[in-house]
Structures are given as C-alpha cells and as structure tokens.
C-alpha cells in the first residue's frame, strides 16, 4: 500500500500515462482523471484517457482543453475504480498491466501493481487534490473545477454520510482557486431535461415498499428509456430517490442496461449498510452507497434476489 507522497514520488518518474476510469462514470471517476491529467500535463507529460462508455454530455466540460493521446502508454493507472470488472469491456485488454491504483472504496479489490486506497476519503478528487499539492502543482480553475466536481457529485452536494469535514475543506480550497461550484451544483443536481422527467414520473409509479416499509425499490426496464428517449446517464439520480422516503433504509434502484445486464444501486440510512448488502452479490462500495450487477437473469429476477437478500440483511442486523 502506498501513500500520497509515495504516489507522487511514483508519478514524477513516469511519462506518457494512460488514465483509465471505470465504466458507467460518474463525476468522481471522470473528475479525479482530469484533474490528474491536467496536473500531469503542466509537469510536461503526455497522457490520455479511455473509459468503456461514453462520457455524459454534462460532464463533457471536464476535458475540455486537456491534449489527449498521440501515443503508445509507458504507464496505466485507475482512479476511482474498485474492481477490475469496473473497467466494463475494457477489462480484458488492461487485466495484469495496471501499475497504479487510486481509489477511496473500502471495498477495493486488488488488481494493480500499487495501490493508494484511503476508505476515509470522501471522493477520489479529494485524493487528487492532495496529490496535486504533493506534485508541486498549483491547481488552476479547470483543476478545481474537476476536483469540486468529483466531491459535489459523490457526496451528493456535500449532504451523505462520507462527506467529512477534509471533504469541505478541499471543496472551499477548489472555490477558493476558481471552481464554480455554484454553476457545478446547478448542473449537477438542479438541471433535468423534460424527458428526464418523464422518464422519472414512469419509474416512481413503480416504486414498491417491502419489510414494513424499512425498503424502497424502483425499477427501470429498458422499455421507459425507449419511451422517452433519455440515455441511462440521463437517470443517475433516480437511485437517490428512494432512500428519501421517511423511515427508509435500504433505496433500492434496480436497472436494465442495453446489454441485458442488470444494474443494481442501493443507498442506505443510518444504520443500514449498503456495501454489506451488495457483497452478497459480488458488489461493493460504501456504507451509504453501494452497487453491484446480475448477468444472465431479468429485471423481474434480480430485483427479487435483492429483495430477499435486502430481508435478510435487516433481519441478520436486528434492524
């Protein structure tokens, strides 16, 4: 296990870097990359980015400006990946030549030659953060721009349980050099499309309550997506939803994707544990959020696995 300055100390020497974030990106994943990335580049080294899905429209911004690519990799690294299987389709190309992972799960799994894991860290970005400062660089506004976002978007606008009191204090350093957070934030979580409505009315007239009401479970079949035309990045925030309702403790948001995968978010209360949940399955994550997939069987059958095991869970818990 490595640290911060470890890390540094590991990245000064290394040139024409491939950063490689995990599939179905989430601002964390895609903030952490680019404003390493763009810490790199101002040190005067090459680097490129690839991630098995496309990146969503809202986070394109991120990248915006950074010289991609026009080279072979000496060096691959992960941020914000968990799990080998996280890299999606990309997994069998980069399996066994991953020399770096940074990551903040306490659910890791090792896959990479070194590693920086901090369970503690409220995102990634923050890690970056830090990171940069070890590095010498001064962050600019697109670096702290990323870095707020990876922090505003995995503590959910700094409101979950992860969010620590380092979490604030680097969110006010990224603002205090040039981050919009309050435009971050609007995007964010404040700007939904009428489709995305749409899509969202359809999926809450779904929402079933079990084990007395201590769980929430919405469904998302293929068939709303291609009702209304949204993307599944379009309904990243649904899988908050049901952890809203009063005396909910596990939300659980269970997803078709086009590949026939079924997709799995769950959010937990205090004092349910999310992460507990989806190891069940071969997931993880944190305590108050946590994911994991199904290959081979419906939408219908997954989400009464997760109901069974969700049961199960509580009742082990004396919940």
Same mark, same amino acid.
Request: with cysteine; net charge negative.
């Given at each position: 296990m490595m640290d911060c300055a470890q890390t540094a100390a590991l990245l000064r020497g290394w040139d024409r870097i491939l950063i490689l974030s995990h599939a179905s990106p989430d601002g964390d994943t895609l903030g952490s990359a680019c404003a390493l990335m763009r810490g790199l580049v101002s040190l005067h080294k090459q680097v490129d980015f690839r991630c098995a899905d +496309?990146?969503?429209?809202?986070f394109t911004y991120l990248f915006q400006g950074i010289p991609l690519g026009g080279f072979s990799p000496e060096h691959i690294l992960t941020v914000d990946v968990a799990d080998l299987s996280l890299l999606g389709s990309l997994k069998g190309e980069y399996e066994g030549k991953?020399?770096?992972?940074?990551?903040?799960?306490?659910?890791h799994k090792v896959f990479a030659e070194r590693r920086w894991i901090e369970? +503690?860290?409220?995102?990634?970005? +923050?890690?970056?953060?830090?990171?940069?400062?070890?590095?010498?660089?001064?962050?600019?506004?697109?670096?702290?721009?990323?870095?707020?976002?990876?922090?505003?978007?995995?503590?959910?606008?700094?409101?979950?349980?992860?969010?620590?009191?380092?979490?604030?204090?680097?969110?006010?350093?990224?603002?205090?050099?040039?981050?919009?957070?309050?435009?971050?934030?609007?995007?964010?979580?404040?700007?939904?499309?009428?489709?995305?409505?749409?899509a969202e009315r359809l999926i809450l007239n779904g929402l079933e309550f079990f084990c007395d009401g201590k769980c929430a479970m919405l469904r998302v079949p293929r068939s709303i997506l291609e009702k209304t035309g949204v993307k599944d990045s379009d309904l990243d925030g649904v899988?908050?939803?049901?952890?809203?309702?009063?005396?909910?403790?596990?939300?659980?948001?269970?997803? +078709?994707?086009?590949?026939?995968?079924?997709k799995v978010s769950v959010r937990a209360n205090p004092?349910?544990?999310?992460?507990?949940?989806?190891?069940?399955?071969?997931?993880?994550?944190?305590?108050?959020?946590?994911?994991?997939s199904f290959s081979g069987i419906s939408l219908e059958e997954a989400a009464e696995k997760m109901k069974a095991a969700s049961e199960e869970e509580l009742l082990d818990a004396g919940y």
């Open positions: +496309e990146i969503p429209e809202k991953i020399e770096l992972a940074i990551d903040h799960h306490g659910t369970p +503690e860290s409220g995102a990634t970005a +923050e890690m970056i953060w830090l990171l940069l400062q070890e590095l010498g660089v001064k962050p600019d506004k697109a670096m702290a721009d990323c870095v707020y976002t990876g922090i505003s978007t995995d503590t959910g606008c700094l409101r979950y349980r992860n969010a620590t009191p380092r979490s604030y204090r680097i969110a006010a350093e990224a603002l205090e050099a040039g981050a919009d957070g309050a435009e971050i934030n609007r995007v964010m979580w404040e700007s939904k499309t009428r489709a995305q409505l749409e899988a908050a939803l049901p952890r809203q309702v009063k005396g909910v403790l596990f939300g659980i948001t269970v997803k +078709e994707k086009e590949d026939g995968t079924v004092p349910a544990d999310a992460a507990a949940l989806c190891a069940k399955f071969g997931g993880g994550g944190h305590t108050g959020a946590a994911g994991c």
